[in-house]
């Protein structure tokens, strides 16, 4: 279950920033990530991170494609590589 939350957490993380800008989110994202770490041990801990990264990352890493696909007209297959 605090899988889950560091997942919801990190993917939180993302409309803290432009274009969204809803800034409170980022605050609240740490602290779910905070509270999702609680009474883990290190391991557990590593694993929640890292869902936490997944969740932060693979919802925020779109602008990639975004400025790169349709701002500046790059083919697809050279960001594939």
């Not at 957490?9 to 800008?21: I, R, V």
């Not at 929640?48 to 790059?74: C, D, E, P, Q, T």
């Amino acid at each position: 279950m605090k899988l889950l939350l560091a997942l919801f957490a990190g993917a939180l993380l993302p409309f803290a920033f432009a274009p969204m800008e809803y800034f409170p989110l980022a605050v609240i994202s740490l602290l779910l990530f905070i509270f999702a770490l609680e009474t883990a041990t290190p391991k557990t801990a590593l694993r929640r991170g890292f869902f936490y990264g997944l969740g932060a990352f693979g919802i925020g890493a779109s602008w990639i494609y975004i400025s790169a696909y349709i701002l500046m007209v790059i083919p697809i297959y050279f960001l594939l590589d």
